[in-house]
């Protein structure tokens, strides 16, 4: 298992995995949208909806995160939040 993949197929994309690498190397499971990767580098909804996708066309079993901040549990939108990123991954 990984913890992450690129969003579409290889190139020069320093630092990133392809899907096309992990299926080469046998490995069958990647994890994606965990929530640092959402707050710190800025990872929407649609690009992890789009990873999700894309892994899933190549292959790869997907572990999807989704989840809410300390701030959007306090604020009571928790539910709006969750229901925004399950929406991204199953389109």
Request: aromatic share 6%; glycine share 10%; hydrophobic share 40%.
């Amino acid at each position: 298992m990984i913890q992450n993949c690129w969003v579409k197929k290889g190139g020069a994309f320093t630092g990133e995995v392809s899907a096309e690498m992990l299926v080469k190397m046998g490995i069958p499971w990647v994890i994606l949208g965990h929530s640092e990767r959402r707050a710190l580098l800025n990872e929407s909804n649609e690009f992890v909806g789009d990873k999700v996708a894309y892994a899933l066309s190549q292959g790869l079993k997907v572990i999807a995160c989704i989840g809410e901040t300390l701030e959007q549990r306090e604020s009571g939108s928790t539910m709006d939040v969750v229901t925004a990123q399950t929406k991204a991954i199953s389109e």
